[in-house]
């Protein structure tokens, strides 16, 4: 049994956001919990590009030397899809593929979390997976200011603009709870910012809302969960690319993302965002609003010289202190050189496999994709 969850380890290692081995062998405990024995030799059999029933039947006798019915196939594929372990295409006939761990299967468990998961996955994020999620890749969130944060000789860049975003975007809004705030509510950490935890926006048909574990929302509705977001003091978190797949509203006391930087030295170095805060000291009165607002702890309220220090490696450019600095010390500053986010989500997620297998290896990674097979 071990040996065949070691082979799915392997195996889901090898896409954008991968699952490293550790020394410990929590990852494997983690695809113990995701999958039985029986529907971990059918997810080896899928790859990152979703494929039809008969392909995936036909690398299951290629994979395991043998066959499978097509109907228990079948119902096995929809099993995982229901639970959130695995992606589908949105049209029937549907298409199948893999999820990564996150964003992945483990946000696909909204609604269906329990202290074992949540246990698992902080060890696991320890253990190795943090490193995998952030070190050297291309992140899949951006980090995108308030807009009450930019002073007006700003010019914001579009897909910087979250509220321009969702007023022209064409796409179906949703929401749903937000997996972390539900996470840590069930180990007895409910979170600090908010009462209200369905605040996880996303755009598009989403299997959120065939599952039962979402909704769809007005756009007006989308804009006040904005506004509820700059007042509670969450992190406005979208999608890296041009066409967001999604915004997420976080906290520093619960989001996985915001807590597992934190614990590096440096976590500014670690978000795609193209802004940051600087702080006025003969401005600031020192009445630390600020210090309470910034979810990365890089604020620090110095009492004896009555002013606010800033950590600039820690410091994200989400604009929550200067959202509420009544006396105009925090300000917020565009950095001089702007990073573009990629055009899809596809092409989001080849970006970071060319930075982790490199150009030779993703070029042959791109010839299997073109001819249907695995990677």
């Not at 190795?128 to 944060?149: C, I, V, Y």
């Not at 975007?169 to 840590?184: L, M, R, S």
């Not at 997420?248 to 597992?260: H, I, P, Q, R, W």
Request: net charge positive; glycine share 8%; aromatic share 8%.
């Amino acid at each position: 049994m071990t040996e065949l969850y070691r082979r799915l380890q392997q195996h889901l290692d090898q896409y954008p956001i991968g699952f490293p081995a550790t020394d410990s062998g929590v990852e494997l405990d983690v695809l113990k919990y995701f999958f039985t024995e029986a529907e971990a030799e059918v997810v080896l059999c899928l790859g990152l590009t979703h494929s039809r029933l008969w392909r995936i039947r036909r690398r299951f006798a290629r994979t395991h030397g043998r066959d499978i019915d097509e109907g228990a196939l079948g119902e096995i594929l929809e099993r995982l899809w229901s639970k959130g372990s695995i992606r589908r295409s949105t049209r029937s006939p549907y298409g199948y593929s893999v999820a990564f761990l996150a964003i992945g299967m483990f946000e696909f468990h909204v609604d269906d979390l329990t202290p074992e998961l949540m246990r698992l996955m902080h060890e696991y994020f320890d253990a190795g997976f943090k490193d995998e999620f952030f070190k050297g890749m291309l992140p899949q969130l951006r980090t995108s200011p308030h807009l009450k944060a930019i002073v007006p000789e700003h010019r914001i860049d579009t897909y910087d603009n979250m509220r321009h975003y969702v007023e022209h975007t064409d796409q179906k809004i949703g929401v749903a709870n937000c997996v972390c705030k539900q996470g840590e509510a069930l180990l007895g950490r409910p979170c600090t910012q908010v009462d209200d935890i369905e605040v996880c926006v996303f755009f598009g048909e989403s299997d959120y809302v065939e599952r039962g574990r979402g909704r769809y929302i007005t756009r007006q509705e989308c804009l006040d969960l904005l506004d509820t977001a700059e007042k509670k003091g969450l992190v406005l978190q979208p999608g890296n690319s041009l066409q967001a797949f999604c915004i997420c509203l976080c906290c520093g006391c619960c989001c996985g993302v915001l807590t597992a930087a934190k614990k590096f030295d440096k976590p500014a170095g670690l978000f795609a965002t193209n802004y940051f805060a600087t702080i006025d000291a003969a401005a600031c009165n020192g009445c630390g609003v600020c210090v309470k607002r910034c979810q990365m702890d890089a604020l620090t309220l110095d009492r004896e010289a009555r002013t606010v220090r800033l950590d600039a490696d820690r410091c994200i450019g989400c604009g929550l202190c200067v959202t509420t600095c009544r006396p105009g010390a925090a300000k917020l500053q565009k950095k001089a050189h702007v990073t573009v986010p990629p055009r899809n989500l596809e092409l989001l997620y080849l970006a970071i496999l060319a930075k982790k297998a490199g150009k030779a290896r993703m070029l042959l990674n791109l010839l299997k994709l073109a001819a249907g097979a695995r990677l």
